[in-house]
């Protein structure tokens, strides 16, 4: 009778497992999933599974550089504005940084049809630039920083992560960890 009850157990956990696994993959709908959640099951039900299970994979990574860069662009342009005001941009970014932004907001104007970035000109820059904005404007950014390396570093390195991710690529787990890390690093010097 043991016996019977240890198989009836056991075959019970892997099938838990297997409906587990089958949903982490998307390829079961679990009961409590949410509409989005039911939608997106539906529209890729038909794309190779390594591809949605690297979606899957990936998405803790690109929320994490979402949230990452935007508290840096977050953090320079409320410096900036707290030291010169609103208009901060047209005294504190470089000529090339100024012509970037007018490229792409030109862009924009040409394709109306699709959503813009943002209404502030720190969200046309590249993610590189917002160290380099930090390091020429160096003394109002020392006292919050160890030096002008730690900035760079961290910055150089999250993009090199953040080309990965942009260009639709698995990016490799202690990749994660590390722009988890300089994440965690931003965080403890910035709040």
Not at 78 to 84: A, E, H, K, M, N
Not at 131 to 151: E, R, S
């Amino acid at each position: 009778m043991s016996s019977d009850f240890d198989r009836f157990v056991f075959r019970g956990l892997m099938a838990a497992r297997s409906i587990s696994g089958l949903q982490t993959n998307g390829l079961l709908r679990s009961r409590e999933s949410a509409p989005m959640e039911r939608t997106e099951i539906d529209l890729f039900a038909q794309v190779p599974e390594k591809i949605r299970s690297g979606s899957i994979a990936m998405r803790r990574a690109f929320r994490l550089l979402y949230i990452f860069e935007n508290c840096i662009r977050e953090f320079i342009d409320t410096r900036f504005t707290d030291l010169s005001g609103p208009g901060w941009f047209s005294t504190r970014a470089t000529k090339a940084m100024k012509d970037k932004v007018e490229q792409r907001k030109q862009s924009e104007q040409k394709n109306l049809w699709h959503a813009g970035r943002h209404t502030d000109d720190i969200f046309y820059l590249d993610f590189g630039d917002l160290g380099l904005l930090m390091v020429n404007h160096w003394n109002d950014f020392k006292h919050l920083f160890p030096d002008q390396a730690w900035i760079n570093s961290r910055i150089q390195e999250a993009e090199r992560s953040r080309n990965v991710i942009a260009h639709t690529n698995l990016l490799a787990d202690d990749e994660i960890a590390r722009l988890e890390m300089y994440f965690r690093d931003w965080m403890a010097q910035t709040t």
